[in-house]
């Protein structure tokens, strides 16, 4: 329950301290909202991630992984394309 000093605090207000701590609510909720769109916004996320890839691939670890991948689709390549060749 309320004490007699919350009440008399609230008493103190005036029409105008309301309005202006609603609005000042009001901006600081707006602020929230529009953060928050802007982080789930999967436009910015696509663009995080798709950043985030490159710069992986980027990085030694990442540039070996890509040679390593690479370098076993051209033995399967030469292993297929010779298989052909026999059976033909």
């Known amino acids: 329950m309320a004490s007699?000093?919350?009440?008399?605090v609230a008493a103190d207000r005036t029409a105008d301290d309301i309005q202006r701590d609603i609005e000042q609510a009001r901006t600081s909720?707006?602020?929230?909202?529009?953060?928050?769109?802007?982080?789930?916004?999967?436009?910015?996320?696509?663009?995080?991630?798709?950043?985030?890839?490159?710069?992986?691939?980027?990085?030694?670890?990442?540039?070996?992984?890509i040679a390593g991948t690479a370098a076993v689709l051209v033995a399967l390549l030469v292993v297929r394309g010779r298989r052909r060749r026999h059976a033909a």
Not at 4 to 8: C, I, L, M, T, V
Not at 30 to 44: G, H, I
């Open 29 to 65: 909720l707006a602020e929230a909202v529009d953060q928050l769109a802007e982080r789930t916004s999967p436009k910015r996320i696509a663009n995080q991630t798709k950043q985030s890839l490159i710069a992986r691939a980027k990085s030694p670890a990442g540039r070996a992984i």
């Open 4 to 8: 007699q000093e919350e009440f008399s």
